[in-house]
């Protein structure tokens, strides 16, 4: 009897946990980018999943050997260097270099997420560090734009993104003939389907609404940053005097409002923190659009964001029986 | 339509299929018993008896003048064979009465009262006598729960069925096989209190039992209205705050009391044990608990003395396999895991729990991936990713301001974290830590 005993385990409570932990997690997430990288293969090609693999190949293998370096326990298995390495690929251009996309990703893994204590101690978002990484580092490579494989007019290897036809002084009327079609609501349409340039994963609003749809469903991302992003993008750009449908549509702000403001570490847990999150990483990508030397901001919106995160959790939602103090009038 | 329910909170498996069609069974009178001398929230009592003395069933054997405070009784007629500590269910050493039966039957039971035909005052000092206390866990004197100040009128009095922890049936049951005991306790304590009404609260899953209570309520409701609500199945909606919202919508205030809305909970076997009080002057001396969990070849819902040593249960009233790991006192989520079998069943003792190796899986803590659900769970509505963090970075005054103390370690944070961090037993040493600090500041006059 005693010896069945002998090694009892002492625990605190709970003695009961959901099954649901980080690896179950990062799977949803990346599920759900695949309709974008699925996407990125339709519309650039082939080699837009050589870019991801490379990456991704890239990120874990960073993160496993610099713990493995510094002895640490590695987590790989956790497949959040996964979903960086992905996250990356999908903000690159489909024609990066292999290596290049290797470097942002072992950059992003190292220096912005395990030089900080590895996932959770990071306090900006490592794919978006790796890209404004590679965009400092090589501009020429992360400006060099594949037109679409299924655009009406193809006669060219390069092309300007329709941002950046906007950057360079160029009209709605030069991006509908950028992508070959006439007429705003032809041109919404192409822009929601994705069938434009732009980096592997960003362009197809439709793949990128149905991956996050499913993150909303599963619950694992909150509506309130997404939302707030957009609207504000939506809201800023109209008082500019920017197409405001055109301005959600074009560049990374789908992309990065449902899958890198939503992101755990790097963005505030209150409900007021988000709001704010997101209206900020909004505005601060319209204002860089607007008056930046770049034609998109989104990589910068959220990293400046990231940074006010900490501050913007000091709103605390009410507690359970919680009265507000009446004030004492003195 | 939806139910009644509280905003936050987790549904974990239920696990209660293996024993909630279980008739409650009495085990056989023990040989001995060992007594522990406070079994409540209070002041320590002291022996009334000294080895070698011949104790009745019933009779009081530990007791103390202060308050709160709760008397407590030998379970079997016996001989005192000695006095000294031995382990309890919260996992500190508690001074108790070892009592070796002499095969007697003798008991030294109270008079029967008349709970309607007393003074108030009376009937408090029955339940103070009786040595009755929260038996869902708590083990607050029950007598000071029923005499809230004259400033505080209660009018709902509630009966908490809900029994949210998982695998525990024992409630269930009680209400299942003795409605009239529960529906004439419940009585009893509404007119105590004076409560203008009463109410049993029984989450949805366990439905069955509401037409046997509903039965009771001409005999037994002596006139006080009753009714029954039907709560969400979902944890912790047992938890007093909790239900207390579900069933009337009312929050009781941070820092406060249920009395300080004009409500007061009871557990469905403290009703039992507050009829048995009252019409028999029977004291608090035996109670009912599940014992299941993966480890345990026999479920069931057993009766039992206080102080019965779990081990004596095993092999002939419990079997146990062979790769038990965890034995825990209470439910999953809030149970405590105990290092022996050498633990005596005591007033607070609701379940006892045997899980095996892969039910007792211990998990590498991660980083905080703040990733909300721990807010989404928290009945107390905290945000407990942020009281973490304060505390991983020692700022207890951050911690409190956040609202530490409003945490009533239901432990529904630390069942969903996906990082397996244990918030739940962070928070209850930050809540001593700061407790120290504050009666610390106080000291100084600061």
Known sequence: MENKTTRLVLSGAPHFVTSNDIQKTMGMVIIALLPALAGGVYFFGPRALLVTAASVVSAVAAEFLFRKALRRETHVTDLSAVVTGMLLALILPVSSPLWMAAVGSAFAIIVAKELFGGLGGNFANPALVGRAVLLMSWPAFMTHWSPSLRAAAVDATTTATPLGILKLGGTLTDVMKNVGVSGKSALYLQMFLGNHAGCIGETSALLLLLGAAFLVVTRVIDLRTPVAMVAATFAASWLFGRDPVFSVLAGGILLGAFFMATDYVTTPVTPVGKWAFGIGAGLMTVLIRQLGNFPEGVTYGILLMNVLAPYLDKIIPRKFGFVKPRKVNA | ?446
């Open chain 2, 1 to 446: 339509m939806s139910l009644k329910t509280f905003r936050g909170g987790v549904h974990p498996p239920e696990h209660k299929e293996p024993t909630r069609d279980l008739p409650i069974e009495h085990v056989p009178a023990p040989t001995s018993v060992v007594i522990h001398l406070t079994q409540a929230i209070g002041a320590q009592n002291q022996p009334l008896v000294k080895v070698g003395d011949r104790v009745l069933k019933g009779q009081k054997i530990g007791d103390v003048e202060a308050c709160p405070a709760a008397a407590v009784h030998a379970s079997i007629t016996g001989i005192v064979k000695k006095i000294e500590p031995a382990p309890q269910s919260n996992l500190k050493d508690g001074m108790a009465v070892f009592i070796e039966a002499d095969g007697t039957d003798e008991t030294a039971y109270m008079a029967p009262l008349d709970a309607f035909a007393c003074s108030r005052e009376e009937a408090i000092k029955r339940l103070r006598d009786a040595g009755i206390v929260g038996m869902g866990g708590a083990s607050f004197p029950t007598d000071v729960k029923l005499a809230p100040p004259a400033d505080k009128p209660v009018d709902t009095l509630i009966a908490n069925g809900a029994e949210c922890e998982p695998y525990l049936t024992i409630d269930y049951r009680t209400m299942i096989e003795t409605p009239a005991d529960v529906v004439e306790g419940l009585a009893i304590a509404a007119h105590i209190v004076g409560a203008k009404r009463a109410v049993v609260a029984i989450e949805s899953n366990k439905a069955e039992a509401l037409p046997a209570i509903e039965r009771e309520f001409a005999g037994h409701s002596h006139g006080i209205p009753m009714a029954i609500v039907i709560a969400a199945t979902k944890y912790p909606e047992g938890g007093e705050k909790m239900l207390i919202k579900a069933v009337t919508g009312r929050e009781v205030p941070s820092h406060g009391l249920p009395a300080d809305i004009g409500v007061i909970c009871q557990n469905i076997g403290t009703l039992k044990a507050v009829k048995e009080a009252f019409a028999d002057g029977k004291p608090l001396i035996e109670r009912g608990f599940t014992v299941a969990g993966g480890a345990c070849i026999t479920p069931k819902n057993l009766y039992a003395p206080i102080g019965t040593m779990i081990a004596d249960l095993i092999p002939g009233v419990i079997q146990i396999s062979d790769d038990v790991r965890k034995v825990i006192f209470g439910g999953p989520m809030m149970g405590v895991a105990v290092p022996t079998l050498q633990v005596p069943v005591a007033k607070g003792t609701s379940g006892v729990l045997f899980f095996t190796a892969a039910e007792s899986t211990q998990y590498e803590e991660r980083l905080c991936i703040r990733c909300g659900r721990c807010a989404d769970a928290c009945p107390a509505l905290l945000m407990p990713m942020l009281m973490n963090a304060a505390l991983d970075a020692n700022d207890l005054n951050r911690a409190d301001a956040i609202g530490l103390i409003d945490c009533f370690e239901c432990g529904a944070c630390s069942y969903v974290c996906p990082a397996r961090i244990q918030l739940t037993q962070r928070f209850k040493l930050g809540k001593d830590l700061l407790r120290n600090q504050r009666a610390k500041e106080a000291r100084h006059g600061k």
